[in-house]
């Protein structure tokens, strides 16, 4: 049964696709072959009920991109309506001297029983049903999608810049990246659309219009010239027609009209447009308090209908008392744990507790960026920067355990190392963080500041400056990325740190289910656990990934022959991971650009250290000597040094001992020796330090 059944979908799928070209060939039939009244009558109750099924569409979509088809509908719609007018007008001017149902029983009753028989009056609602499409909605819709489709090109590459920048920090993954990307392109396209279909609606009204008088005008004149028909006759027939003819036509383009507007004002939401209006007007108890008073008010006003007014207050009152506030309570600041197993019923809980390895403290207004039961995303964010920072470094990030502090600011936060603080930065209220990649940035209004995780110059900017700032460059973040992106760079930083023995103990034991022979061989045999352990965390202080474990063992095992000196197997290990060290750093044209070291600098600094245990430290490093070295990167390297970029050049003895004096001042400055570079990278010399 399931092989018979496999084929459906497709045969389901082809005959989809006959559909539109089918309904275009018959809209031409439409227009030029006369069509019975009953035919007509189908066709015009389609109009309709289509009508009606894309305004309740449009309602229940969460973004406007699910509704992508749209304005291909609305031209087709359109299409439609127009060779309906043009089916209909033909009976009626043909057929009507054989009374009101000679155009069909839906227009007959659009034309008697909706407008009460009375043409004068049908007239008159066909005209105000003209007015309030042409001037208040089209109008509306056709401005709206102009400055939509606008805004939208011009933000594209802010956006790009934000979901690089998100890239960057770890918070997605390539193919997250990809899809944000498309999502984008599909948004610009959707709204370049809107602009120009959003226009087929407004001439649709003239078009009517139009229709509407030639139709009154011609059948005055062919019922009295042709048909013998007396004045009175003949305007009352073609009148009540043609009224109901334009009543049929107006109304379904009404509702796609007012479909439209929705899909271009809706923002990106989570739910319905319903849902969004309940969530967004009922928990804010107050103004339905204010209204139920005025309601209550007005009833006892004389002359004014008391009976609906209080049951209008009544109907508020009893909202604003069923409806909870929202607002923030004290109950919700409690400690969130962003990973790791919970303690589960009758488990031992030891007396004292252990430091956290990495902890992060918040300041009450921050809390609900955390609450997943407000709506809070960091959870989730931090959970997908674990993820990705353990598969970027090579290792398995600790938990980040997050607490409230009363004694914080209300939006300042702390992250600590093992109770330690290493970060400290402070949010502000209800903005956005801009961040531009020009020198100078391009002037926007806002609060200045810098943004943690580079310490490059941004900007705290209203909400509403979001598509103004993304227009002119600028990358734009929320609070919850602007604090993830930090936190990731703290991670990197501090990696070394977060290395421990007993990790590394696990990590081992992992590669000897792969490679048991290498594990084997080495530990203990050459080299003990905290050998190992200091030489992993030495290549995580240099910013260098041990993902690649088996290569690193490799080079230490064959290395370790010629001693078991922790500057020379780190050396060693630099050298084996040496094409992923510099891919990094290499341009699109495949080179590499770095600030070389005068030998005889390298020299100074090389006599200047002296390897005691196998810990290099500093011997006899003079202030201005320091100085020198640094005003030398600062004039050739410009403002790229504090992104380290470019690299520093130096021979491989000297390349350790430079690397830790520039840490402090310059942590993030990739140190290459000549031996790390591959030679199929090109070498570009930006200058010599001297």
């Not at 299409?79 to 839906?106: D, E």
């Not at 370049?192 to 959003?198: I, Q, V």
């Not at 008073?293 to 008392?321: E, N």
């Not at 609070?479 to 070394?496: G, K, M, N, S």
Request: with cysteine; proline share 6%.
């Amino acid at each position: 049964m399931s092989a018979q059944s496999a084929p459906k979908p497709a045969v389901d799928r082809s005959s989809r696709d006959w559909i539109v070209p089918v309904l275009g060939v018959a809209l031409v039939f439409v227009m030029l072959v006369p069509i019975p009244a009953m035919v007509l009558d189908v066709l015009l109750a389609t109009s309709i009920t289509t009508g009606v099924l894309v305004l309740l569409v449009s309602m229940y979509i969460q973004r406007p991109v699910q509704f992508s088809v749209f304005p291909s509908l609305l031209l087709l719609l359109t299409l439609f309506r127009l060779s309906l007018n043009i089916a209909s007008s033909r009976r009626i001017l043909l057929h009507g001297n054989q009374g009101l149902a000679a155009a069909g029983k839906v227009i007959e009753a659009f034309g008697q029983f909706v407008v009460g028989g009375n043409y004068i009056v049908g007239f008159v609602i066909f005209l105000a049903l003209i007015a309030i499409q042409y001037l208040v909605i089209n109008h509306g819709a056709v401005r709206i999608a102009e400055v939509t489709a606008r805004f939208t090109l011009d933000a594209l590459p802010g956006k790009q810049m934000a979901i690089d920048a998100d890239l960057s920090a770890g918070l997605i993954d390539e193919n997250e990246a990809r899809k944000r990307r498309q999502q984008i392109a599909r948004e610009a396209e959707f709204y370049g659309a809107m602009d120009g279909a959003a226009r087929f609606s407004q001439r649709d009204a003239l078009a009517t219009i139009l229709i509407t008088a030639i139709n009154i005008g011609a059948g005055f004149l062919i019922g009295i010239f042709y048909l013998d028909l007396s004045f009175q006759d003949a305007l009352r027939t073609y009148t009540v027609l043609t009224v109901g003819d334009g009543l049929v036509t107006i109304i379904p383009s009404l509702l796609v009209s007012v479909a439209g507007g929705m899909v271009a004002t809706r923002a990106s939401s989570e739910a319905s447009l319903g849902s969004d209006l309940g969530r967004q007007l009922l928990p804010r108890t107050r103004p339905l308090w204010i209204a139920s008073g005025v309601m209550l008010a007005l009833g006892m006003i004389p002359g004014l209908p008391k009976l609906s007014f209080f049951l209008l207050s009544g109907v508020m009152a009893l909202l604003a008392r069923k409806s909870k506030d929202l607002e923030f309570t004290s109950e919700a600041l409690t400690r969130y744990e962003t990973a790791g197993p919970k303690p589960k019923a009758g488990e031992s809980v030891p007396v004292l507790p252990q430091l956290d390895d990495l902890s992060m403290e918040v300041g009450y207004a921050l809390v609900p960026l955390v609450d997943e039961a407000q709506g809070g995303q960091m959870l989730k964010r931090i959970k997908a920067l674990r993820r990705h920072l353990s598969t970027q470094l090579g290792f398995l990030i600790p938990p980040v355990h997050i607490t409230d502090n009363p004694q914080l600011k209300p939006r300042e936060y702390i992250v600590r190392l093992r109770g330690v603080e290493i970060a400290r930065w402070q949010t502000e209220e209800n903005r956005l963080l801009a961040i531009s990649a020009e020198t100078p940035a391009p002037p926007i209004d806002g609060i200045d500041t810098r943004e943690p995780a580079f310490g490059v110059a941004a900007k705290w900017i209203d909400a509403s400056q979001r598509e103004v700032a993304l227009a002119i460059g600028y990358a734009v973040v929320d609070q919850p990325a602007a604090i993830a992106t930090h936190l990731a760079e703290i991670i990197r930083r501090f990696a070394h740190e977060l290395l421990t023995r007993q990790e590394t103990k696990r990590l081992l034991d992992s590669l000897a289910e792969s490679h048991p022979k290498l594990a084997e061989e080495l530990v203990p045999k050459i080299l003990s656990l905290g050998e190992v352990h200091r030489i992993l965390q030495q290549l995580l202080r240099e910013q260098v990934s041990i993902r690649d474990l088996p290569t690193i063992l490799e080079v230490l095992l064959d290395a370790s022959v010629a001693g078991k000196n922790p500057v020379m197997l780190v050396e060693a290990a630099r050298q084996a991971l040496g094409r992923a060290l510099v891919q990094p750093l290499v341009n699109e044209e495949g080179k590499l650009t770095v600030v070389s070291v005068d030998p005889q600098l390298e020299e100074q600094i090389y006599q200047s250290f002296e390897s005691q245990a196998g810990n290099a430290r500093a011997n006899a490093v003079q202030p201005a000597f320091l100085r020198r070295i640094l005003d030398g990167l600062r004039s050739l390297m410009g403002e790229q040094i504090a992104l380290a970029s470019p690299a520093l050049l130096c021979s491989s003895p000297a390349r350790f001992h430079l690397r830790r004096l520039l840490e402090p001042f310059l942590p993030k400055l990739v140190v290459l020796s000549p031996a790390e570079i591959p030679n199929s990278v090109t070498v570009q010399s930006m200058g010599v330090v001297r």
